[in-house]
């Protein structure tokens, strides 16, 4: 009986030693700071207005990446920036009568203008990669939740000013019959303070691709201005991910 008893467990001890020997190796954590350069696709534009076709960004992401056993899964969280910058023949200002800000079209010459929205994001993510250790597959998906910390504006070009004061307006006022009193001149401005802006955002995200560069998307899921022309739009981002280490 014994004999019998002490066969099985030498054999158990050989099956289990076995089993384990063509387990995966529980993998190593990675792509823990990656750094992303997107373009914008806005949706749902008002009216007359043009945008640019690249709407240059750049997101910045520090995640801590955590295996899901001896799986080709993990879960990962982080702390990310994200500056998203459109570039228009319209220019965000606040219209006193209305008491907003909103997009108004630009009939001088002008060599830039942009409206640059910052976020502080904390990204989530569900990865799949696989085992290979020069070039792994990857596949990514998650969501990321920001908050708006600097939304400005920036004007370079043509701009009316009323003599001597030196007030400046976007374009010629009606209100003005004596155009002798006006001053036109080239100005650099810089605004900050903007209103309906919402100050959060949600979106969704996704990676893939070979290597240390991979194909990026986000998707957002709240709306970016409130209560004016534009509070449907909606940029959808295109980039790659260049993963450091």
Known sequence: MIKYFLTIAVLFLFLNTSVKA??????????RFIVTLFTDIWQDVPENMDLKTIQRGISINAMQDMPLGRSNFSVAAGLGFTSHN?????????NALEDKHDFYPISLDYDKNKISLNYIDIPVQFRFRSRETDRPFRLYAGMKAGYLVN??????????????????????PDFFDDVEDLLKR????????????????????????YGRV???????????????????????SLGINLILF
Do not use: C, W
Not at 22 to 31: A, I, L, N, S, V
């Open 22 to 31: 063509f387990e995966p190796p529980r993998m190593h954590p990675t792509d």
């Open 86 to 94: 459109m570039y228009s023949d319209h220019r965000y200002l606040f």
């Open 151 to 172: 939304a400005h504006t920036k004007y370079e070009g043509e701009a009316y000013f009323v003599d001597p004061a030196g007030i400046q307006f976007p374009d010629l």
């Open 186 to 209: 080239t100005t650099k401005v810089k605004e900050h303070k903007l209103e309906n802006i919402t100050s959060y955002r949600i979106g969704l995200t996704a990676m893939v691709g």
């Open 214 to 236: 991979n194909f990026h998307f986000y998707y957002p899921l709240t709306q970016i201005f409130e209560d004016n022309s534009a509070e449907d739009m909606r940029p959808i």
